[in-house]
T-cell receptor
């Protein structure tokens, strides 16, 4: 069983659409990370959140610690948002060093 | 400087070659990591260094040999690799063990092809 489950695995959207990616996890955590990986590239940290909601530009991340669920939303999607989005939680609840359980990733393609 | 820099970006090596991957950060982080990522899969943890000491080795074959010469540098020495070792190798760093809710920073990766 995976400690972190993401859905959908693949997502194609038209430019301008509102996008939601979901993440569910089974371990106790203090914070959850959303990461972005462009094709052939490194990983960029988008959000680290432990409660409620965070917003950076067109990206919004929410978390419900009781339900062990998080969502990443992209408003007014753009082709440059095309990437793999990965949900990650610390292997050790209180984050002793950022070792992660990773979700399998959601591959997003935004078509102009 | 909030970057993790990896070199080289691409590497092609034969199965008898010896090569090294390099990772550098100047954020004062005391934990550094090597991950291996195959296509369309999430990263897999290989090694963790805490305060320049190897704290975790995830049963990685000995043909991969990590080294942390100082708090800013992390190397991965490669020798007698197999074609199945071809992957993206990612370095990451974070503030270190004992810190709570800290962000991890990842490098751009080295795309390794073993021929």
């Amino acid at each position: 069983k995976n400690e972190v489950e993401q859905s959908p695995q693949n997502l194609t959207a038209q430019e301008g659409e509102f996008i939601t990616i979901n993440c569910s996890y089974s371990v106790g955590i203090s914070a959850l990370h959303w990461l972005q990986q462009h094709p052939g590239g490194g990983i960029v940290s988008l959000f680290m959140l432990s409660s409620g909601k965070k917003k950076h530009g067109r990206l919004i991340a929410t978390i419900n610690i009781q339900e062990k669920h998080s969502s990443l939303h992209i408003t007014a999607s753009h082709p440059r948002d095309s990437a793999v989005y990965i949900c990650a939680v610390p292997r050790f609840g209180w984050d002793t060093g950022n070792q992660f359980y990773f979700g399998t990733g959601t591959s997003l393609t935004v078509i102009p | 400087d909030t970057e993790v820099t990896q070199t080289p970006k691409h590497l092609v090596m034969g199965m008898t070659n010896k090569k090294s991957l390099k990772c550098e950060q100047h954020m004062g982080h005391r934990a550094m990591y090597w991950y291996k990522q195959k296509a369309k899969k999430p990263p897999e943890l290989m090694f963790v260094y805490s305060y320049e000491k190897l704290s975790i080795n995830e049963s990685v074959p000995s043909r991969f040999s990590p080294e942390c010469p100082n708090s800013s540098l992390l190397n991965l020495h490669l020798h007698a690799l197999q074609p199945e070792d071809s992957a993206l190798y990612l370095c990451a760093s974070s503030q270190g063990p004992g810190t709570v809710n800290t962000e991890a920073f990842f490098g751009q990766g080295t795309r390794l092809t073993v021929v």
